[in-house]
C-alpha cells in the first residue's frame, strides 16, 4: 500500500489519515474524533465537529455510550452510539465496563480483554492505542456478519462482506498461517491452542466458530470441552440451535457421543442428530436443503480466497479450512433470508445466487460435485456412529476399510484421505475413492495440494 510507505509520502507530499463514519453518518478524521471525544470527557459539554465533507457531526454523552448524531440532507436527526469511544474516558470506572461490553459482545475473535485491561486501568487509550483496537475489532467475525445480514435484507450481497479481504479476519478465524510449518505441525501447534482459546474466551460464540472446522476425525472438540460440565455444554448447544451446517452437526454429534452415558440428554441429542444427518436432505425450517447450496458457499469463498493479495500466497490447507469454516456462520446468516439473492462483484454487475443449484467448483471439491457428493458422505459416516450399547447403527453402511486394489494400485502412495476417518476403528474408514478428493485435501503426499 503507497499510503503505509512514509518514503512516498515525504518524497511526493502526499497527506493522508485514517476516517471513519458512525451509522452512516459523514466520514470524519479519527484524529479529529479523538480529539473531540477527550474534550466532551474533559469539558462535560457537547460538541460539534466537522466532517470531512464539511457537515457537522455533534458528540454528546448518553449513559454508557458516545452519542453521535448528524442531519443528512432533506432528512431527520440520525444519532448513532459508539461504545469503543468511551475507552477514551479518563475514569477507569467509565473504560473497563466499557470493555467488558464490548468483549461481550464482539465474542472471541474480538479484542482479548486480558490483554487490554492492565493498559486501561491506568489510563485511557492514545490515538495509536485506538487506531490498534478499532483494527482488531475489524478483524472480529461479529461485524462482518452483521454486514452479510444487512445485505440480505436488501437482497444484493457484496462479496466482499461475504469474503472479507483482511488476512487479520482469516487469522482471528483460524489461527494465523505459518507457511514454514508442516500442515499436521500448524493442527497441532496453532490450531489446536487456537480453538482452546476460542472456547475458553466465550463457550458458545467459541463452539459456534470451532464446530464447522470439525472436517476431520482428529479435529475433535473434546479436549477443548472436557472441563466444561455437561449442564454448560448442554446449555451453550441450546443456544446455538437450529444448527443446520452439517459440518457443525458432526461436531455436535461428537460432543454428544462422548457423553451419553453420563446424561440421558446427550443420548437424545446424538439420536437426532444421526437422524438428521442420515436422511437423503439436510432441510432447514424453511424447507430448504442444505446440501444443495453449501458446496456453492464454499466454493465462492474458496475461490475469492485463491485470488486475494496476502492470502493467497498462504498455504492451501489452510485456506482449505477457512473456506469451510466461513461457510458455517454464512449458513447461520442466510437461514432466515429468501431462497435468492445477488452477489455484487464491484463491477457495476450482480449475479444471482440461488441456494437450490449446484455447482462444479475447483477439483479440490470433488467430494461435492458428485451426483450424490455430500449428503451421502455425510449419511454414511453418521449411520456408524456407535449407539449407547457400543455397536454401530447400521454396519452395512461403512464403506470397505480402503478403496478397491484396482484404484490403489493406480494410485500407490498418494492415496491417504484423513476426511474425518482416522482413529476410530468403529467409524468409518474411508468415505472418498481418493485422497484429493477430500473437502481438507489433507493427504499428506499429495503434491496437488501444495501446488493449490
Known amino acids: ?13 502526499v497527506a493522508s489519515g485514517q476516517a471513519i463514519s458512525f451509522g452512516g ?13 477527550r474534550a466532551l470527557f474533559t469539558e462535560q459539554q457537547p460538541q460539534s ?15 454508557d455510550t458516545v452519542a453521535i448524531s448528524f442531519a443528512p440532507e ?8 459508539s461504545l469503543n469511544l468511551m475507552l477514551l474516558s479518563p475514569e477507569s470506572k467509565t473504560r473497563l465496563p466499557a470493555l467488558d461490553g464490548i468483549a461481550a459482545e464482539l465474542g472471541p475473535t474480538g479484542p482479548n480483554p486480558d490483554e487490554w485491561r492492565p493498559q486501561l486501568e491506568q489510563a485511557p487509550l492514545n490515538d495509536v492505542e485506538m487506531d490498534e483496537f478499532w483494527r482488531q475489532i475489524d478483524a472480529s467475525l461479529i461485524p462482518h456478519m452483521a454486514r452479510v445480514s444487512r445485505d440480505l435484507v436488501t437482497g444484493v450481497v457484496d462479496k466482499m462482506h461475504l469474503v472479507p479481504r483482511s488476512l487479520d479476519y482469516w487469522s482471528a478465524l483460524c489461527g494465523p498461517p505459518l507457511p514454514a510449518l508442516d500442515q499436521e505441525l500448524w493442527l497441532k501447534q496453532v490450531l489446536d491452542p487456537h480453538r482452546r482459546r476460542l472456547i ?5 460464540k467459541g463452539l459456534n466458530l470451532c464446530l464447522p472446522m470439525y472436517v476431520r476425525d482428529d479435529l475433535t472438540l473434546r479436549p477443548c470441552t472436557a472441563h466444561v460440565s455437561h449442564d454448560a455444554l448442554w446449555a451453550a448447544l441450546q443456544q446455538l440451535q437450529p444448527i443446520d451446517d452439517p459440518f457443525s452437526l458432526l461436531g455436535v454429534l461428537d460432543l454428544a457421543v462422548a457423553r451419553v452415558d453420563e446424561d440421558e440428554r446427550f443420548a437424545e441429542l446424538a439420536a437426532r442428530t444421526v437422524e438428521r444427518l442420515c436422511g437423503e436432505q439436510l432441510r432447514r425450517a424453511d424447507g430448504l436443503d442444505v446440501y444443495a447450496f453449501l458446496p456453492a458457499l464454499v466454493d465462492l469463498v474458496q475461490a475469492e480466497l485463491r485470488i486475494l493479495p496476502h492470502i493467497a500466497s498462504q498455504p492451501a490447507y489452510w485456506r482449505r479450512l477457512c473456506s469451510w469454516t466461513q461457510a458455517g456462520p454464512l449458513v447461520r446468516a442466510f437461514s432466515s433470508q429468501p431462497n435468492s439473492v445477488k452477489i455484487s462483484e464491484h463491477s457495476g454487475r450482480t449475479r444471482p445466487v440461488r441456494p437450490s443449484f449446484s455447482i462444479c467448483g475447483s477439483p479440490h471439491f470433488l467430494i461435492l460435485r458428485r451426483q450424490a457428493g455430500l449428503a451421502s458422505t455425510l449419511r454414511s459416516w453418521a449411520a456408524c456412529w456407535p449407539c449407547s450399547s457400543g455397536t454401530a447403527r447400521n454396519a452395512k453402511a461403512c464403506p470397505p476399510q480402503r478403496p478397491s486394489p484396482r484404484r490403489w494400485r ?6 491417504r484421505c484423513s476426511f474425518i476417518c482416522r482413529g476410530r476403528s468403529n467409524s468409518i474408514a474411508c468415505l472418498l475413492s481418493n485422497g484429493s478428493s477430500c473437502p481438507m485435501n489433507f493427504a499428506r503426499t499429495s503434491t496437488s495440494a501444495r501446488a493449490n
Open 1 to 13: 500500500m503507497l499510503f503505509a510507505d512514509s518514503t512516498f509520502l515525504t518524497e511526493f507530499g
Open 25 to 37: 453518518s459523514p466520514a470524519i478524521l479519527k484524529k479529529a474524533l479523538y480529539d473531540g471525544v
Open 49 to 63: 465537529l466537522a466532517a470531512l465533507t464539511g457537515e457537522q457531526l455533534a458528540l454528546s454523552l448518553a449513559a
Open 74 to 81: 432533506g432528512g431527520d436527526p440520525i444519532t448513532a452510539h
Open 200 to 204: 475458553e474466551r466465550d463457550l458458545v
Open 410 to 415: 493406480r494410485r500407490p502412495k498418494r492415496h
